[in-house]
């Protein structure tokens, strides 16, 4: 552990001082139950600024997929697998996703006249209300705090360790 340790920062998130902590470069007290409101405003820093990897994104997940009032628009499934379709920018056109040259990851598009929007965009609106300051008033982490730790973990690809302890809490699954 020592031996690797110094290639890492180590930021924790615990309302005790634990072992983990001790070893901890950074301890954030966080209050208890709290720790979904911590993670809301990291994603809304992260997507905020951009410093999520696009094409990985675009090209290995799902978040190009596109949604219509919030559920998927045209997903079949074909010899066991699910397909569905993206907007493809290079096209101009919605396709499979595995046909696609450019899946969009935001905006809303017009496909079989039905308003179209990709999960990300989706993902970003609903990110965007859980700012930095409002994970301040809940958790008890200065925003700043938060922005800092959000910008860290995504330039420098992060891990998270939920630890082995069972959910203590209504959102511990959601977390």
């Known amino acids: 552990f020592a031996k690797g340790r110094k290639k890492f920062k180590l930021v924790v998130l615990d309302p005790r001082f634990s072992e983990t902590v001790a070893k901890a470069d950074l301890w954030l007290p966080i209050k208890p139950g709290t720790d979904l409101a911590f993670l809301l405003a990291m994603m809304n820093v992260i997507v905020r600024e951009g410093l999520y990897d696009k094409e ?12 219509k009032d919030n559920k998927p ?21 919605a396709v499979e996703h595995s046909q696609a040259i450019m899946p969009a990851l935001e905006g809303e598009f017009e496909v079989d006249g039905e308003k179209v929007k990709p999960i990300f965009q989706i993902f970003k609106e609903i990110v965007a209300n859980y700012t930095p300051k409002l994970a301040e008033r809940i958790a008890d982490i200065p925003a700043e705090t938060i922005e800092d730790v959000a910008r860290e973990f995504a330039l420098k690809r992060g891990v998270i360790d939920t630890g082995w302890h069972d959910p203590k809490y209504a959102n511990s699954v959601m977390t």
């Open 73 to 93: 628009f045209k997903v079949w499934d074909v010899n066991g697998k699910k397909v569905y379709l993206v907007y493809d920018l290079a096209k101009s056109t």
């Open 56 to 67: 990985f994104l675009s090209k290995h997940t799902n978040a190009p997929m596109l949604l």
